[in-house]
């Protein structure tokens, strides 16, 4: 599977040149919804990025199923590379939409352990307060 597509490449950079736009004109950085979620399909290992450089390395929330979700920078050609049991590899989550700034899935993810459990969590918060839940 092709991690990236061109449209979620080009909304990776323009993310980073709006962090780098922010940071240059001495404001907050801005706080983006992620782009893409990767994940191992075998494991807990889940990454959401918001950025990438030219470089092929992300910036986002890891989380290599030890309980410690962290933000970070990963690299593309890593993921790429992974051979994983039956010839499995890291995928992409076709079906994910974030609802949240980075900043929420990180705190939910560090106070559930895992991306995962903090995106439930979210889902779960966000249905109670739209009366669905």
Wanted: charge should be negative; charged fraction near 25%; aromatic fraction near 6%.
């Amino acid at each position: 599977m092709k991690l990236l597509t061109p449209e979620l490449e080009a909304q990776l950079r323009a993310n980073l040149a709006a962090r780098i736009d922010a940071l240059s004109r001495g404001e907050r950085e801005p706080d983006p919804e992620p782009v893409v979620r990767l994940f191992s399909p075998i494991g807990a290992a889940t990454w959401l990025a918001t950025e990438i450089d030219a470089d092929g390395i992300f910036f986002g929330l890891a989380d290599l199923g030890f309980g410690c979700p962290e933000l970070g920078s990963f690299a593309l050609s890593e993921l790429e590379s992974v051979r994983l049991p039956f010839g499995l590899t890291i995928e992409r989550d076709l079906h994910f939409t974030a609802s949240h700034p980075l900043s929420a899935y990180a705190e939910a993810a560090r106070r559930a352990g895992s991306i995962v459990l903090g995106e439930q969590r979210l889902r779960r918060a966000a249905e109670r307060l739209s009366g669905r839940g």
